[in-house]
């Protein structure tokens, strides 16, 4: 037996280039396959074993900054270019390329333990492992593995539920049915399949047997069995699913920040350049000045500092762990170290819905019958009505059931409620499932009604949100197959129902109905219940349908209308006889049939509203407000549907109280785009809500004109959007705004959203792990975003920033000094310091102070989280820019010269003790600018500078050969060392002070 694709199929294009080919698959004959299929395995790993170490050397050595040191390193073996021991080169490039490889050894080995964990679950199976042809038996809650052919369930009415919202971000459960020629089979025996352009099933028995196959047949990977046990064919995995086919290829992402400084290394690069040649030139290019330029670049190296990479890298192991460890967000993994930075300079946050703002658990929470409504307050109310009806009927003589004559007389209270509740029971496409728990079994759960046993199926949670209220005010649906219903009302009774017609529910229609007969009375009713839009037409005139639809969509509830129109036995027959006609035309049967439909719906009894809410996750209204105040603008991409979606954004309040919604018509060509476009340019400060076939058409023909009108929203919400849809959107902003965006989402379908931004954020939902295992940033709640962006975000770069520039200020401040003493020397390429000196300077002297001001923090948490405009600051890129880099390099230039003309002046007949005055001046001006720099003391602090210092004085008794041990011990050293401390540090104290005093930063106003 084989199963057969008859056409080429595009998918496969992705299987390394080539043309697509036919496939055949054989079904229990794997020996006879005529390809290789890929193996079904997740890898979010960017190496593998063999491409590991140049790959990590290559994404290394990319940048100019870290090439420059390497080619230094390497000029060392040059005996006309070296300058001093090969150890003051080699050894700090060495140790920056350690910390980088392990890091990045570390992140690809919990990588790969992830996924490794995902490709380990277990499924039952019966031919060999994991290729197309292989039966998998999935059972209920179990994740679809691959692509299949779905041919056969334990289910009694021959169907199964999958859940989707992984996939697509749709809340609804979607039918899938068997082939029905296996379904007919007593066991899961082996048969064939050709699957054409719309799928054809056939069997090989005599004669063959031809089914057609379509989408209700496939069950994709990534989706959950939502009921019983399936069986499945394997058809595409690994590369080939459609779900990985949707995604894009993860990127390696580079962070803002880091291309800022490799800009600035590149600036001082030109510095150090034009030092060098300026040397050379004040020596008039005398003798081999070529060598000579070599040799200033040498000993002007410096510059640029090598130990600015290893800061900033360990820098973002400290965030990272102190992220991890944060006891208020629990559970926040960080999976990619490089980029914290990126979270402190969000302008765009675009977050999925489904599942990452909503819980995706429906609530009931309103009942309105025109002129009283019932909240979740007043529900018990509703519950004495439906048990007063009930008590009332069974206490009546029999004479008195059947149809009266009531329906003029203005009925009571409680007959109003049970009629809007019966038709709540009534109207939807639940069923109830019986399975076993534990104490009963589930044929006799199913034989009692057994309510500890029963749960619902539908292919809307809004339905069984519905169907869930009306049992829990007593009227509860206890059973339902193909034909007939029965409702237990609170006495125990059972009431039983035919169903006679079911109108399904349709994007198009936006409504559903059904016709039942009451069996014990024979009465013959039409509910339909459906959005307002189109039920406002339908049902009898009334002055106060749309006025509490307005009232209840505002508080971000999903209302359905119900109404309901009472058939006479002829009438029904008669429009039963039409309804079969026009199902059996051939032309126009969608129309003539809904043609015969709408004859019934006219002038229907409106009967009550519902309003369902679809619960937001805790705290995401006040999440929002703080990422709106905040200056990040968001935007809301989901896979729902365009009511749902308007319905959270009102709900999240993404969309503020006072905000108009301006919804996208639906367009199909240039022109109805161009027309929609003119007409919300006309709108100010609106929130746009645009589904996903009329923004591929927009971007189609007015790319430009869209982004340009879509920035400007306070709010946009894109609904219906694919995956890939998702990631273009991502990819436009960046490249029309050149602002950075954070991507939010919990699902596979979030996948390429997320890996696209500049920053991921994935939420672990109930669903899956598939979006957090992408994601650059992992969190257990939305909510965790706040204070993962006011307070890590904002912190980490304001510390990168700091850091970086003080590194710079280190290396220039010993630069300068030795810029000063070559024009002193008569332009001589001699090194001030030597061997040990230049190597302790930046590890062991001022290292520990300098990279302590990782820890530094200009507000507490609760200030930055209390006031998010704090983060607006940010948005500007100010705490490292060129104004702030001059600043920091005419700091470093005035220090480096006192310090040097300083020594120069006050040595007097003591030329060898320069080296003495000048080294210990500077390493205490170090010292003493990390704490000018300081904001916030912490006690880690303190120590790093009292052993810096002690480190210093230690060392000096194992420095002999470049300074003289005696001499520090003299008086004379010590006034001269403090004088000239004092020159470079006192006055950039003061003018502190004076800045602090009359132009203080916005944070310094919260904090005195």
């Keep these: 037996s084989q199963l057969r694709r008859l056409r080429c199929c595009e998918w496969l294009r992705c299987c390394g280039g080539g043309e697509a080919r036919p496939r055949t698959v054989w079904l229990g004959h794997p020996e006879k396959r005529d390809q290789r299929y890929p193996r079904n395995v997740i890898n979010n790993q960017k190496y593998n074993f063999f491409t590991f170490l140049p790959g990590v050397l290559f994404n290394q050595f990319k940048y100019f900054f870290n090439l420059y040191f390497l080619l230094l390193a390497c000029s060392q073996f040059v005996p006309e270019m070296r300058l001093g021991a090969l150890y003051t080169y080699w050894v700090p490039l060495g140790f920056v390329l350690a910390v980088t490889v392990i890091r990045e050894a570390v992140e690809e080995i919990r990588c790969y333990v992830r996924d490794k964990e995902v490709n380990s ?160 030139a004040l020596q008039h290019f005398a003798g081999r000045w070529y060598l000579q330029i070599i040799r200033f670049l040498l000993l002007f190296s410096n510059i640029i500092p090598i130990s600015l990479r290893v800061n900033l890298d360990m820098g973002k192991i400290v965030y990272s762990w102190v992220i991890r460890r944060d006891s208020k967000i629990p559970g926040t993994v960080v999976r990619s170290s490089t980029i914290p930075e990126q979270l402190g300079r969000i302008s765009y946050l675009l977050t999925d819905k489904t599942g990452t703002l909503t819980q995706n658990e429906m609530v009931f929470k309103r009942l309105h019958l025109g002129t009283v409504a019932y909240g979740l307050d007043s529900m018990d109310e ?181 109404a309901k129109k009472s058939l006479a036995e002829e009438q029904y027959q008669d429009f039963e006889a039409r309804y079969v006609q026009a199902k059996l035309s051939v032309h126009d049967r969608s129309l003539k049939v809904a043609t015969v439909i709408e004859s019934l719906e006219m002038e229907m009894e409106l009967l009550c509203l519902t309003g369902v809410e679809d619960q937001l996750q805790a705290d995401v209204r006040p999440t929002l407000e703080t990422l709106r105040n905040a200056g990040i603008k968001v935007w809301m991409l989901t896979g729902d549907k365009l009511e749902t979606a308007t319905c959270t954004a009102k709900n999240a309040h993404l969309v503020t109280r006072n905000q108009d919604i301006h919804v996208f018509r639906l367009v199909t060509n240039r022109g109805e785009a161009h027309l929609e476009l003119n007409a919300f340019r006309r709108k100010h400060d609106c929130a746009l809500v645009i589904s996903g076939d009329s923004l591929e058409v927009c971007l189609k023909y007015y790319e430009y004109e869209f982004m340009e009108l879509a920035c ?59 979006a957090s295992l992408a994601a650059d940033f992992s969190i257990t709640q939305f909510k965790h975003l706040g204070r993962l962006l006011m307070v890590h975000g904002r912190n980490s770069y304001k510390r990168s920033a700091a850091l970086s520039q003080f590194v710079i200020h280190r290396s220039l401040c010993i630069s300068t000094m030795q810029a000063v003493f070559s024009s002193v020397f008569y332009f001589a390429s001699v090194p001030l310091y030597q061997g040990f000196l230049i190597i302790g300077y930046s590890t062991i002297y001022t290292m520990f102070p300098v990279f302590s001001l990782v820890l530094d923090k200009d507000v507490k948490s609760e200030v930055a989280m209390l006031y998010p405009e704090l983060y607006k600051d940010l948005l500007k890129g100010r705490p490292l820019s060129y104004k702030t880099f001059l600043i920091w390099v005419l700091i470093s230039i005035y220090q480096g010269s006192t310090i040097m003309y300083g020594a120069l002046l006050l040595f007097e007949s003591e030329f060898v003790h320069i080296v003495a005055i000048s ?90």
């Design 121 to 280: 679950q277990v499924y039952s199976r019966l031919t060999a492992r994991g290729q197309p042809s292989v039966f998998l038996f999935i059972t209920q809650n179990q994740r679809v593995p691959a692509d299949m052919i779905f041919l056969r369930t334990s289910e009694k009415n021959g169907s199964c539920f999958l859940r989707t919202d992984q996939l697509d971000g749709e809340t609804d459960w979607k039918l899938r049915l068997p082939v029905a020629c296996t379904q007919r089979l007593p066991t899961a025996a082996p048969c064939g399949v050709n699957v054409c352009p719309f799928g054809l099933f056939q069997e090989d028995s005599d004669p063959p047997i031809s089914e057609s196959l379509s989408i209700e047949n496939t069950l994709w990977a990534g989706t959950v069995v939502a009921s019983g046990t399936v069986v499945g064919v394997v058809l595409y995995t690994g590369r080939e699913l459609r779900s990985v086919m949707n995604t894009s290829n993860p990127r390696s992402k580079i962070g803002l920040f880091d291309l800022e400084v490799n800009c600035l290394t590149k600036i001082l690069f030109g510095a150090l350049v034009v030092v060098s040649l300026v040397m050379v």
């Design 382 to 562: 509703v519950q004495s009505h439906i048990f007063s009806i009930y008590t009332q009927q069974s206490q009546d003589p029999p004479a008195q059931k059947g149809p009266t004559l009531t329906t003029k007389v203005r009925r009571t209270m409680s007959s109003r409620v049970h009629e809007a509740v019966k038709a709540i029971a009534l109207c939807h496409n639940v069923t109830p499932v019986y399975e076993s728990n534990g104490v009963t079994d589930q044929a006799e759960a199913e034989k009692q009604y057994e309510d500890s046993c029963r749960v619902y199926q539908a292919s809307s949670p809004d339905e069984v949100a519905l169907v869930q209220w009306t049992e829990s005010v007593g009227l509860t649906l206890v059973g339902r197959d193909q034909s007939s219903m029965q409702l237990r009302t609170p006495g125990d009774q059972i009431l039983n129902f035919t169903i006679l017609q079911i109108f399904p529910f349709t994007y198009e229609s936006k409504r559903m109905g059904i016709i039942v007969r009451d069996e014990s009375t024979g009465e013959i009713t039409f509910y339909m219940k459906g959005a307002d839009v189109v039920m406002a037409g339908i049902v009898q005139y009334n002055d106060w349908l749309e006025e509490e639809c307005g009232n209840m969509a505002r508080e971000g509830l999903r209302v359905l209308v119900v």
């Design 712 to 770: 400007q929203c306070p709010a946009v919400v894109c609904c219906r959007c694919a995956p890939t849809q998702k990631a273009q959107i991502v990819r436009l902003l960046q490249e029309r705004t050149g602002k950075l965006t954070c991507a939010v989402g919990d699902g596979g379908n979030d996948v390429s959203m997320i890996q696209e931004s500049d920053c991921g954020v994935g939420v672990e939902g109930k669903e899956g792990k598939q």
């Design 919 to 1008: 080294f210990t001046s500077l390493i205490l001006t170090e010292l003493l600018m990390v704490a000018l720099t300081i904001q916030t003391w912490h006690w880690l602090m303190t120590v790093a500078e009292l052993l810096s210092l002690a480190c210093y004085i230690a060392s000096l008794v194992f420095l002999h050969e470049f300074i003289d041990v005696y001499f520090i011990a003299t008086l004379s050293f010590l006034w001269k060392v403090s004088v000239i401390t004092l020159v470079s540090c006192l006055p950039l104290y003061v003018l502190k002070y004076l800045r602090r005093r009359f132009s203080p930063p916005s944070y310094s106003k919260l904090t005195s």
